[in-house]
């Protein structure tokens, strides 16, 4: 059995993007709270992450979860919508009412959405005043 067969082999440093290694050494400590903060910004990759803080000097976390919950609301409106259409092609006719009832859907979609958005909007405005100091 031949040595050089059992370690890895290791990529050619002129074909890689990123030829420069940096090494560090940290604490137990240290490596716990870097590891609480990458899960916290979602990297599972620690070279990633230490030269995006390297590089930036932060790290900027967004939370979709107003977005999420606009999604399901669309959906529940869309599912009602789905309904309505399928009375109308089943009926051949509409009532009022249910002409009403979609208009309102429909309005309250534009609602949920123009919301949100110019929410989330302040949001990267008031990050982006932040940053510039």
């Known amino acids: 059995m031949s040595i050089g067969k059992s370690r890895k082999k290791m990529s050619d440093p ?3 993007y990123r030829q420069i290694q940096k090494i560090m050494r940290v604490t137990p400590e240290e490596n716990e709270l870097i ?3 990458m ?8 070279n990633t992450y230490a030269r995006y803080m390297l590089l930036t000097g932060e790290v900027v976390t967004v939370d979709y979860s107003e977005l ?3 999604r ?3 959906n529940r409106i869309g599912t009602n919508i789905n309904q309505l259409a399928r ?3 089943t009926n051949e006719e509409i009532s009022l009412e249910n002409y009403q009832n979609l ?3 429909l309005a309250e979609v534009k609602r949920l959405m123009e ?3 110019n929410h989330e909007i302040s949001q990267i405005d008031k990050l982006l005043k932040e940053r510039r100091g």
Not at 39 to 46: D, K, L, M
């Open 14 to 16: 002129k074909k890689l």
């Open 39 to 46: 899960a916290q910004h979602n990297f599972s990759n620690f």
């Open 72 to 74: 399901t609301e669309i």
């Open 103 to 105: 208009q309102h859907s």
């Open 115 to 117: 919301e949100n958005f």
């Open 35 to 37: 590891n609480r903060r």
């Open 87 to 89: 009375y109308v092609n």
């Open 68 to 70: 999420i919950k606009l």
